[in-house]
């Protein structure tokens, strides 16, 4: 069974910054790519940005570039999403998210690319 454990939310200032973290366990094939999702209220599931395995490919949002970084440690199974310069629309529940395959660079945005998902923590920014 894998497994999926975010972890860093919490509430934070406009213009703060946050680090979230996505602790991978269960099965050494999960997370060729990983990526963090977020979904806000009355609102659908939005992309926010992937990483390769070996980390050379990152993909970001267009309205999270230069803000947000995406990193990965796989010997610690564990993916990365600090984020800086918060905004209130930033506010979301953030999920981790791993394919199960490798998928092309074109698909890192595609929801249904990722098989495993965590349960999300909640990230409320304040004006």
């Known amino acids: 069974q894998v497994q999926l454990v975010e972890s860093g939310g919490g509430l934070v200032q406009a213009g703060g910054s946050l680090r979230l973290s996505c602790a991978a366990s269960g099965s050494t094939f999960v997370g060729i790519v990983m990526g963090w999702f977020r979904q806000a209220p009355g609102k659908e599931r939005e992309f926010v940005t992937a990483?390769?395995?070996?980390?050379?490919?990152?993909y970001y949002a267009d309205s999270v570039k230069g803000r947000f970084t995406i990193s990965r440690d796989n010997a610690k199974n564990t993916v990365y999403l600090q984020m800086n310069s918060l905004k209130p629309e930033d506010t979301a529940v953030y999920y981790c998210a791993a394919t199960r395959y490798r998928v092309s660079y074109s698909d890192y945005a595609n929801v249904k690319k990722y098989h495993y998902w965590g349960q999300g923590t909640q990230v409320p920014v304040s004006s």
């Open positions: 990483i390769s395995w070996s980390g050379s490919l990152t």
